[in-house]
């Protein structure tokens, strides 16, 4: 078997798109596309000869408009996948915890880790993890718009936590640079929610953050709870 994992940076958002692929049967899925780097991935699929079977996303993003329902005019055989909390009428599946998809002979289960938004999805590859915006490297996601919850967060990365330590652990964005990290790193490094700090101070920690809204929240949002069908 042989799994293909490309990790695709958009850099006005720092977010990483995933590409994922059975080079066996050629099945793929994308997890979090952006539409700014849309045909970057378009490119790559075609010249791999890649069967796009899933287009997924973490969350409804606030930083960036994603390429769903762009990527889908030209994949058609693909379906839009988000979690059955956000009641997006253009997806075509809505995933429930613990739900399965199959692409080749890879099966991505759906791991409900609400907090950052109250629809945060998580998806498990093997032993890969894609955490969206709940889990990011030496970090976690911000939790004051869209149903966020302070409270709902540290669940949600405690339930992470009980994969194996050797869980690799890919977030949506990253700031500094880094691709990936583990399960075990976060539980030891993890200045917001390592060394088992306790729910509590977690809040406080997550509740005390001073961070900007996202330039494009107020476009990016609507747009996204469209698929990105806006755009066209």
Known sequence: MSL????????????????????QTLDAIIIDAVDET????ITLIRELDLNLKYIIETHVHADHITSSYPLKQYFTQAKIVLS????????????NDGDTLSFGVYTLSAMKTPGHTNGCMSYVVGNKIFTGDTLLIRSCGRCDFQGGSAEK????????FTLPDETLVYPA?????????SIWEEKQFNKMIGLNVDKQIFVSRVNKME??????MHVAVPANQDCGARKL
């Open 173 to 181: 964005h990253d700031y500094k640079g880094r691709t990936m990290t």
């Open 211 to 216: 961070l900007d809204l996202p330039k494009k």
């Open 153 to 160: 967060l540290y669940d949600s990365i405690q339930k992470i």
């Open 38 to 41: 849309m045909q970057r991935d």
């Open 4 to 23: 293909l994992l490309r990790p695709l940076f958009e850099k006005t958002s720092s977010t990483y798109t995933y590409l994922l692929a059975d080079m």
């Open 84 to 95: 059955s909390v956000n009641e997006i009428i253009c997806a075509d599946i809505l995933l």
